[in-house]
């Protein structure tokens, strides 16, 4: 079996997430890593034991696969460099800030025959997955709502812990594009596609560009309807809670446990649970998932196939959020896909 090269661009936060993961995966070698300034490459080689380029043309040269976990709105031009020298990537959430950016990632990508992934590490924990198999069964019936609530606490001082955060240019948006999108990206993996959609995404708490309350109501293809509640505003911060509710039962994920209301089940019962809570703390939740998908990742680079989350996956839930933005400037309702 060929040994995968593997290189970090971004020696931030979640790059530590990535790299332990990478360090526990079969038939992969992480190897280098490379950041915008030195001190942080160099300092992360050294905790990883790897080797650091001064810049990403070295990098590629190394490597056959990168994760890019710089800041949300610079990853563009890192991917179509990558692409274009043959080298797979994955990135992290959200993929790019904005459209017209994703949509070059992934035609470069394709036109390359490279495979580009995004994390969306939740749709690899043990809770989304029963979900997204109950679902597929047809458990709970014809599903009539839907149901986002992010109700999360960010200090001021983590918003300034670093100069992109909470910026339209990097951060792309503030509780939805950042923190909510892990779990709108779960609602519309489960109800489809989003057909119209009405919000209004506020700064009241922080002193930000970008919002930190939000609010929407949406209708999707099937006929359902849902509700999105994102907020980094609220103190203490609150379990981000995910609800899917039908005809013939609900289910709700909890934090990190699955509550079903099915047919075994008829007045709920925890099915499963995992540990992570980043209500408060953005940084509370274990790399398992990260392991998970980037597993994912490799097998797919190795089988030819896409990702569980590629590209075009990755691009939903950006326009759906940009979709939020757009009705809260204009006071208006929006239809999806965006033109
Ligand atoms: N999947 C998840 O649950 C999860 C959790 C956290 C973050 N994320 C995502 O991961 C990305 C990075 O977040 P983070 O918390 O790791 O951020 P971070 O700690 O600030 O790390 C970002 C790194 O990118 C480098 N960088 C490159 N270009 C930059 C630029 N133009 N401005 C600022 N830094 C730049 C910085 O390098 P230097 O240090 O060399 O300057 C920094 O070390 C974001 O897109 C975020 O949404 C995902």
Known sequence: MRTFRWGIVGCGNIAR??????????GVRLVACVSRSEGSAKKFAQEFGIR??????????????????????????????????????????????????????IEAAERHGIV?????????????????????????GRIVLGEVDVRWFRSQEYYESADWRGTWKYDGGGALMNQSIHSIDLLQWYLGPVVRI???????????????T???????????????????????????????????GSAEIVGEALVCYGSQTPKGEVLMSE?????????????????????DFLNAVREGRPPLVDGKEARKSVELVLGIYKASKEDAVVKLPLK
């Open 17 to 26: 997430f990535h790299a332990k993961a990478i360090q526990e995966l079969d």
């Open 52 to 105: 650091w380029y001064p810049t990403l043309d070295e990098l590629l040269d190394n490597v056959d696969v990168i994760s890019v976990c710089t800041p949300s709105g610079s990853r563009k031009d890192i991917v179509l460099k990558a692409v274009s020298r043959g080298v797979h990537v994955i990135t992290e959430k959200p993929i790019e800030v904005s459209l017209p950016a994703i949509d070059q990632m």
């Open 116 to 140: 580009l992934g995004c994390i969306f590490q939740s749709r690899f924990g043990k809770a989304e997955q029963e979900l997204k198999k109950l679902l597929d069964a047809g458990e709970f």
């Open 198 to 212: 009405f919000g209004w995404a506020k700064t009241l708490a922080r002193r930000i560009e970008v919002e930190d």
């Open 214 to 248: 939000a609010v929407a109501v949406l209708e999707f293809q099937s006929g359902a309807l849902g509700v999105i509640k994102g907020c980094t505003s609220v103190a203490p911060g609150f379990a981000r809670k995910l609800g899917i509710y039908g005809s013939k």
């Open 275 to 295: 540990e992570g809570d980043t209500s408060s703390d953005p940084m509370a939740f274990p790399y398992q998932n990260h392991k998970r998908q980037l597993a």
